[in-house]
């Protein structure tokens, strides 16, 4: 359980920075995101950018130029007109990604955290004991050659099973 709120709140923490980042425009919040979840930040950051310019290729997503002026009256009443910026589902659209990819990063350091201490202290080792070969009895084929009948788990009969044995694939 109390991985688990660690796992989650690593996610949110990453998550959250990026969300700060993207939000005000802060490089800082957005370099510490990717930063906080490496190594899977970096492809995830290169993906981002990859989208990036893909969405930028859409017309008026992106404008390289981009002008305005503005107004103001006696009674000071202000108008403002200006052309050529960012889109503003671009903007958004962008944003969303950027918080997505380095979220995603961090969710799947997670699991391949997880994965390496999995390896390392496997509870499931002792309850796939049925992965491993029969003990010789004197007849038939010895252990070590192919295609030599497995020990069921928790059974030393042939042919039984329990059903929270499953076979390797």
């Given at each position: 359980?109390?991985?688990?709120?660690?796992?989650?709140?690593?996610?949110?923490?990453?998550?959250?920075?990026?969300?700060?980042?993207?939000a005000?425009?802060?490089?800082?919040?957005?370099?510490?995101?990717?930063?906080?979840?490496?190594?899977?930040?970096?492809?995830?950051?290169?993906?981002?950018?990859?989208?990036?310019?893909?969405?930028?290729?859409?017309?008026?997503?992106?404008?390289?130029?981009?002008?305005?002026?503005?107004?103001?009256?006696?009674?000071?009443?202000?108008?403002?007109?200006?052309?050529?910026?960012?889109?503003?589902?671009?903007?958004?659209?962008?944003?969303?990604?950027?918080?997505a990819?380095?979220?995603?990063?961090?969710?799947?350091?997670?699991?391949?955290?997880?994965?390496?201490?999995?390896?390392?202290?496997?509870?499931?080792?002792?309850?796939l004991?049925?992965?491993?070969?029969?003990?010789?009895?004197?007849?038939?084929?010895?252990?070590s050659?192919?295609?030599?009948?497995?020990?069921?788990?928790?059974?030393?009969?042939?042919?039984?099973?329990?059903?929270?044995?499953?076979?390797?694939?």
């Open positions: 359980m109390t991985g688990r709120l660690v796992a989650a709140a690593y996610v949110a923490t990453v998550a959250g920075l990026a969300v700060f980042g993207f005000t425009g802060s490089t800082a919040g957005i370099l510490l995101a990717g930063a906080l979840s490496l190594p899977v930040s970096v492809p995830a950051i290169v993906g981002f950018y990859v989208a990036y310019g893909l969405l930028a290729q859409v017309p008026g997503a992106n404008p390289s130029v981009s002008t305005g002026t503005g107004s103001c009256t006696a009674d000071g009443v202000c108008e403002y007109s200006s052309t050529g910026d960012l889109a503003t589902w671009f903007l958004v659209t962008t944003d969303v990604l950027g918080v990819a380095l979220a995603l990063a961090a969710a799947a350091n997670v699991v391949l955290v997880r994965h390496l201490l999995g390896r390392r202290w496997s509870p499931r080792a002792d309850r004991s049925c992965l491993r070969p029969a003990p010789a009895t004197g007849r038939g084929r010895p252990p050659r192919r295609g030599t009948p497995r020990a069921p788990c928790g059974s030393r009969a042939r042919g039984a099973r329990r059903p929270s044995c499953r076979r390797a694939r």
